[in-house]
């Protein structure tokens, strides 16, 4: 019999199998507390469940997903990052940012939602491979087991940034965060989880309705529309005007906190931009989140940190409410856009210490 993955069911489908196997429903939370609170790596750690049943579970589930086999550290800010291995030979990569100086002091896991991604944003290393597979939900929350295992680091923040479009993934994207959510499951705030897409209006309407209560943020990355459309072909199907209607129509604000990201390259930071910036949120209370364009294969430049300072004074100036994102782990290829999956060996005198292997 093929072992199935078991963080992949749900509190009510464990309650069932459980009734299924003639046991008691509460031993779903039971499990659950040993797969997510003690991060539990075999049934037989289990030791309140009996024997017999720990082997039942043992042949008939799998704890892990994945096997993690490369981990990273960052000799600039410690940031983490980690290469895991699916079941079927593909590569995926989480990352483990300590926040520790800033003003929030956090620990944040960026996970992946898919095995590629199908976007093709210009700028992004994540695009190169294409879309690959999307994760299933025991992919995603194993992600956040081996990072806490590996790095003994605990309360995290969770940001949906890492390799994938969680969009395109949407179940299995909202089971794993209601898991991550869950008392007897990870039992992290809602607000302390952030699904990020490059705006697929079909996926952002349906969070709505559904009233999912996590935080939204929304990769904008250009004011017009023809220029975002070149970077960025999302833009094609899912117009940022359109979504943008929708959200000033439907986004519960006061419930889920909205951030628009802005990556700043040297094309997109004109007064013009700013200017266009301020018109967009005008009317709202969104926070805008800039991010200086990582280094990658692509073709685009970066800003000087002297036109980036130019331009979030232009916004100040114009009482738009922004933040300027640090980027984390360029060194190990960990930050925003530079994830792709690939396995790196450290070389002296390649340009970032970093070669493909
Ligand atoms: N597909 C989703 C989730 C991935 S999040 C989304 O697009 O939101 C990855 C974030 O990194 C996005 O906000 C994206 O705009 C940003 N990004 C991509 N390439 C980048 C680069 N080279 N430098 C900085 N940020 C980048």
Redesign the pocket.
């Given at each position: 019999m093929v072992k199935q993955f078991i963080k992949n069911y749900s509190i009510g489908d464990l309650e069932d199998y459980f009734r299924s196997i003639g046991e008691k429903e509460y031993r779903a939370k039971q499990i659950m507390i040993w797969l997510y609170e003690k991060n539990a790596a075999s049934f037989h750690e289990m030791t309140n469940v009996s024997k017999k049943l720990r082997d039942l579970l043992d042949g008939a589930f799998s704890i892990n997903a994945l096997e993690c086999s490369e981990r990273m550290i960052s000799e600039i800010d410690g940031t983490e990052k980690y290469l895991f291995k699916t079941h079927d030979g593909h590569y995926i990569e989480s990352v483990l940012i300590k926040n520790e100086g800033t003003e929030d002091g956090r620990l944040t896991v960026c996970l992946s939602s898919q095995a590629g991604?199908a976007?093709g944003?210009r700028?992004?290393e994540t695009a190169k491979p294409g879309f690959i597979r999307n994760l299933d939900t025991a992919e995603i929350l194993d992600q956040l087991s081996h990072v806490r295992r590996i790095s003994g680091q605990r309360n995290n923040n969770i940001v949906?940034?890492?390799m994938?479009?969680?969009f395109m993934n949407y179940e299995s994207v909202m089971r794993a965060a209601d898991i991550m959510n869950y008392p007897f499951g990870f039992h992290i705030s809602v607000r302390k989880i952030t699904i990020?897409?490059?705006g697929i209006i079909e996926g952002i309407e349906r969070f709505i309705d559904e009233r999912r209560p996590y935080n939204l943020?929304l990769?904008l990355?250009d004011t017009l529309p023809e220029k975002r459309e070149r970077i960025m072909p999302v833009e094609g199907r899912n117009p940022f005007m359109e979504i943008s209607d929708m959200l000033s129509r439907k986004f519960p604000t006061s419930r889920n906190r909205l951030t628009v990201?802005y990556?700043m390259r040297k094309d997109n930071i004109s007064m013009d931009d700013a200017k266009r910036l301020k018109k967009m949120f005008r009317y709202s209370r969104i926070k805008l989140n800039l991010?200086p364009?990582?280094q990658?294969s692509?073709e685009y430049r970066p800003p000087t940190d002297e036109e980036v300072d130019r331009f979030v004074q232009e916004l100040e100036i114009m009482n738009v409410p922004v933040t300027v994102r640090k980027s984390f782990g360029r060194d190990i290829f960990g930050?925003?856009?530079?994830l792709s999956g690939r396995r790196y060996a450290t070389r002296e005198g390649s340009d970032n210490g970093l070669n493909t292997i």
């Open positions: 991604c976007m944003c700028f992004c949906f940034m890492g994938g479009e969680p990020s897409t490059a943020a990769s990355n990201v990556v991010i364009l990582n990658g692509h930050a925003c856009g530079q």
